[in-house]
Nanobody, 118 residues
Framework: QVHLVESGGGLVQQGGSLRLSCTAPGFTSNNCAIYWYRQAAGKQREWVSFTSTRDNTGYSASVKGRFTVSKDKAKDTVYLQMNSLEPEDTGMYFC????????????WGQGTQVTVSS
């Protein structure tokens, strides 16, 4: 079973920045989109951003203008640059391929924790 690998999380002060990485070998060759999600403690997982096979991107209203998603196809890695972080951005961040199971990635990865202090 293959798993996506998220990394780059950490503790940052309000207003700071972090860059998350999602490594998914084969997602480019399998024409997968990549979606970012996050889950705060005690809350449901929510969609944050996506990048499509045609390099279209999208963002939730809560992060638009602050987060930027990009990809390095040669490395099969997608990045989420997060600027002007707010305490409300705190949570575990996950990436997922789309459509469901694309590239053989059926399960969620372990995620990477982002904590923003006020």
């Amino acid at each position: 079973q293959v798993h996506l690998v998220e990394s780059g999380g950490g503790l940052v002060q309000q207003g700071g920045s972090l860059r998350l990485s999602c490594t998914a070998p084969g997602f480019t060759s399998n024409n997968c989109a990549i979606y970012w999600y996050r889950q705060a403690a005690g809350k449901q997982r929510e969609w944050v951003s996506f990048t499509s096979t045609r390099d279209n991107t999208g963002y939730s209203a809560s992060v638009k203008g602050r987060f930027t998603v990009s990809k390095d196809k040669a490395k099969d890695t997608v990045y989420l640059q997060m600027n002007s972080l707010e305490p409300e951005d705190t949570g575990m961040y996950f990436c997922k391929t789309a459509p469901e199971g694309c590239g053989g990635y059926k399960d969620w990865g372990q995620g990477t924790q982002v904590t923003v202090s006020s």
